[in-house]
């Protein structure tokens, strides 16, 4: 053993490995660390009279630090602002995209140009029978506050209320489809223009209809008409005229809006679809909400000056 010894020595000596690799040849525990030198605690006295000694800096995890950048810009909250609603007027349709994965959705809510009142449309679907019901609820604001908390604190949670019109919630039919869309409030905000889209979830919409909610005196007063004799006016004045039955063909209405110049007139536009899907215009009409008497105003496509009353909240990003 101590000729093999001698020899590694001599052998380290001769290819410089230095004399610290020599040595730790005989002794190979030499590079042991301060720690694993350090004698081991043997009874929980030792080990508590150890801790008291480690510094308290040494016991806390220091909190992290983020560096400072010089160029960073704390973002500001969306601000909200009020818009008017029937900007492209009769254009808003119901947003009910996600109407069969929540199965109940609500509208956003539309003020009356007076911030007296708040209306907004409630969605339904029953699994059941593929079918989409829904209803409009009108519900007074609070006074005494501006309008911006007025409309922030107008709750649409609660639809236990009486709604002001219904569709399609009486009954149940297999794939109907009967959606309620706010249109606009006249400008004295005593009336609520809804249309009524009805149909069938599988084979697409049959009718629109024009509803009108009358909000004067009490609440208990308020009442909703629907005139549907709009439909039947335009389909006798094409039966006489042309000799058309729109009842063979796809036909609809679109209601746009209470008229600038007659605060009781509701302009609407009337569209019929050929075999080939080619669209023909039907005229615009105008609907008297007071005698419910119906006018055909043009048999072409014209402009008519729609009033723009109700206002809806929306946040823009900063």
């Known amino acids: 053993m101590k000729r093999i010894l001698s ?148 709750t649409t949670l609660n639809t236990k209320r009486t709604p002001a019109i219904s569709s399609g919630t009486e009954e149940f039919r297999r794939n109907l489809f009967s959606a309620l869309t706010i249109v606009d409030f006249s400008k004295d905000s005593k009336k609520l223009l809804v249309k009524e889209k009805v149909g069938s979830s599988v084979e697409g919409i049959f009718r629109t209809y024009v509803w009108v909610y009358f909000m004067q005196g009490e609440q208990i007063e308020w009442f909703a008409i629907k005139f549907s004799n709009l439909n039947e006016q335009i389909k006798e004045f094409h039966a006489r005229k042309s000799r058309i039955a729109l009842d063979n063909y796809r036909w609809d209405i679109k209601p746009l809006g209470f008229s600038k110049e007659n605060p009781d007139t509701i302009i609407s536009e009337a569209y019929a679809w050929d075999k080939d899907k080619n669209k023909i215009f039907l005229g615009v009409w105008g609907l008297n909400c007071k005698d419910a008497s119906v006018q055909l105003l043009s048999e072409t496509p014209a402009p008519f000056e729609i009033s723009i009353n109700a206002l809806m909240v929306k946040e823009y990003l900063p």
Not at 85 to 108: F, T
């Open 7 to 154: 020899l590694a020595f001599a052998v380290c000596i001769l290819y410089g490995c230095g004399t610290d690799y020599a040595f730790a040849l005989h002794n190979p525990f030499s590079k042991k660390s301060k720690r694993e030198a350090e004698k081991m605690v043997q009874t929980r006295e030792e080990w508590e009279e150890k801790a008291k000694n480690i510094n308290l800096e040494e016991r806390e995890v220091p909190q992290y630090q983020r560096p400072e950048d010089k160029d960073f810009k704390p973002k500001s909250p969306p601000s909200k602002k009020f818009v008017k609603y029937n900007v492209n007027p009769g254009s808003r349709e119901a947003d009910i995209s996600q109407i069969i994965k929540k199965q109940d959705i609500k509208s956003q809510g539309v003020f009356d140009p007076d911030f007296k009142y708040i209306a907004y449309a409630q969605y339904y679907y029953s699994p059941l029978y593929n079918q989409i019901s829904s209803d409009i609820y009108v519900q007074k604001l609070k006074d005494g506050m501006t309008r911006m908390k007025k409309a922030l604190s107008a």
